[in-house]
């Protein structure tokens, strides 16, 4: 596999000149300061590859090339975000960048609770608390129809959650569910959120998955004139949120849209990170189902936690090889897709991977980073995955 590295572009308070101590050798970026619906000039885009290459390295994978939700909801400039969508990836191609990740989870990216829970090794890391989450959505957000998405016992833990957050608590949960983490919006209000919410009424899940498909039928066909892969990565968590539907959350997810729209361009991340948190997620079961398709993988770890609702686990990121999915057997089965794709003769038979997040470590707690993405913890995590890499090319079992 590739072993690459996020990097959120000159603003990253980790360098590109660092990532040679680091070990990896390709490395995961986007135009940030583009908005969703705009297209990427080719200028900046061979301006960004340029200073990658110059510092020895290779632009593996656009993550992300955001879908705006325009196309999410087929609002009515749904037509023309599609056109800027494809021309940002002739653009893309041109500059030969052909693998290009995405989601589709409506208004919210990733969501957490708490970004820097104590650790009893010193360290700290992200965690979601549902019982925190419906505290938010019940009490801070007031969404109306929030009771109607939470039982008594999800209610009455959320009433403890509430009560046991003073006013800077509250602010700082705020923070950290709508605008905390990389590729959510800084500055939204509670208002805007709730203004956004209500551009998802009467869009229910299949609605939801039928205008993925759609942009899909679309986009698709074009990454694959392009010799392009886009790879969705899957909701996180794997599981509705705000009353929003979420439609890549399972392996039977992502066949059902794979299948719809079937060219390899149309293609998955495999975030163990985020399918992981559910107790069913097989990830062995979705390489041998899904690998021909699987163009990029997000190799995190989490472990679940106790719950008032069972279908919606909390989850704690633990450190790479520590938590509920087994490394071992998911890089194995990843490794055993490469050789699959060689024997084939296909020149994407490297699968780039990233350590995604990392626990935040020893000196991280003084460094400035993104929430998920200290300098220490994700190198740790990518070290020990490595450690794995390397032992099953060894033919270790
Ligand atoms: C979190 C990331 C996500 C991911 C996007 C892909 O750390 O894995 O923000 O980049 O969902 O579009």
Not at 271 to 289: H, M, N, Q, W, Y
Request: charged share 20%; aromatic share 6%; glycine share 8%.
């Amino acid at each position: 596999m590739m072993e690459c590295w996020r990097w959120f572009g000159p603003q990253d308070p980790i360098h590109l000149s660092d990532l040679p101590q680091i070990g990896a050798t390709g490395v995961v970026t986007a135009l940030h300061q583009f908005a969703p619906g705009i297209v990427w000039p080719e200028a900046e885009i061979a301006e960004r590859k340029a200073m990658i290459e110059a510092a020895g390295l290779t632009w593996a994978v656009v993550e992300s090339l955001p879908v705006s939700e325009e196309i999410k909801t087929q609002g009515p400039d749904f037509k023309s975000h599609v056109t800027a969508y494809k021309e940002s990836l002739t653009a893309l191609a041109a500059q030969d960048i052909r693998t290009v990740c995405y989601n589709f989870m409506p208004i919210l990216d990733w969501t957490r609770t708490q970004t820097q829970a104590p650790q009893d090794h010193g360290g700290t890391a992200m965690l979601f608390d549902l019982a925190v989450f419906a505290a938010f959505d019940l009490h801070i957000l007031r969404r109306m129809d929030a009771p109607q998405d939470y039982s008594d016992a999800v209610q009455e833990a959320a009433a403890r959650a509430i009560a046991a957050l003073d006013d800077s608590a509250k602010v700082a949960l705020t923070r950290t569910v709508i605008a905390g983490l990389p590729g959510a919006n800084d500055g939204w209000t509670l208002e805007d959120v709730r203004a956004r919410l209500a551009t998802y009424d009467g869009i229910s899940a299949t609605r939801l998955r039928q205008n993925l498909i759609d942009f899909l039928a679309e986009v698709a066909p074009h990454a694959e004139s392009l010799g392009m892969r886009l790879c969705c990565h899957p909701d996180d968590p794997p599981f509705p949120l705000l009353g929003l539907p979420r439609v890549m959350s399972s392996t039977d997810d992502y066949a059902q849209v794979l299948t719809a729209v079937d060219t390899p361009a149309n293609g998955a991340t495999l975030c163990t990170g985020s399918l992981g948190v559910a107790a069913d997620f097989d990830p062995v079961d979705f390489v041998t189902r899904l690998g021909p398709r699987i163009h990029f993988a997000h190799l995190r770890n989490t472990v679940r936690l106790p719950s008032p609702d069972p279908m919606r686990p909390g989850f704690l990121e633990a450190p790479h090889l520590m938590g509920d999915t087994d490394m071992v057997v998911t890089i194995r089965a990843l490794m055993g897709e490469e050789s699959r794709r060689r024997a084939e003769g296909r020149d994407d038979h490297i699968i780039p991977m990233r350590p995604d997040h990392g626990q935040a470590l020893l000196m991280d707690k003084e460094r400035e980073s993104l929430p998920g993405y200290p300098l220490i913890g994700r190198m740790r995590g990518l070290a020990e995955l490595r450690g794995i890499m390397a032992a099953v090319q060894a033919g270790g079992t």
